[in-house]
């Protein structure tokens, strides 16, 4: 069944107040707002996300860097590759991990293969 056009409109502003306030919630003073808010973007995959995501990864706490690393290699936008690259210095290993596997799933996005 399709959606009415007045249907379509409400989803489309629903996406792009979600959009929003994730996009908001990564400058959140509490940390596990800041790495849902990463995680819930890198769901979403809207390219907006990649700036926001890229500062991200300078975030004091390491579950934010890490999943802000995720997201950009789900987003797979080519602005993620130079952060990934960084990331895979990080002095967390978990996020050196996360940071190469986002790196690869990232390159397949954009390169293929």
């Given at each position: 069944m399709a959606m009415s056009g007045g249907e379509a409109d409400r989803r489309h502003a629903g996406r792009e107040?979600?959009?929003t306030e994730f996009l908001k919630n990564l400058t959140h003073e509490r940390p596990e707002y800041r790495w849902g808010a990463a995680d819930?973007?890198?769901r979403i995959g809207d390219e907006r996300a990649v700036e926001p995501l890229i500062a991200a990864m300078n975030d004091p706490d390491p579950r934010v860097r890490k999943k802000a690393a995720w997201a950009l290699g789900q987003i797979g936008d080519i602005r993620g590759q130079r952060p990934l690259v960084e990331a895979m210095?990080?002095?967390n290993d978990d996020v050196r991990e996360i940071a190469?596997?986002?790196?690869?799933i990232l390159k397949k996005k954009v390169f293929g293969g």
């Amino acid at each position: 069944m399709a959606m009415s056009g007045g249907e379509a409109d409400r989803r489309h502003a629903g996406r792009e107040t979600m959009i929003t306030e994730f996009l908001k919630n990564l400058t959140h003073e509490r940390p596990e707002y800041r790495w849902g808010a990463a995680d819930a973007l890198g769901r979403i995959g809207d390219e907006r996300a990649v700036e926001p995501l890229i500062a991200a990864m300078n975030d004091p706490d390491p579950r934010v860097r890490k999943k802000a690393a995720w997201a950009l290699g789900q987003i797979g936008d080519i602005r993620g590759q130079r952060p990934l690259v960084e990331a895979m210095r990080d002095g967390n290993d978990d996020v050196r991990e996360i940071a190469a596997e986002a790196y690869e799933i990232l390159k397949k996005k954009v390169f293929g293969g």
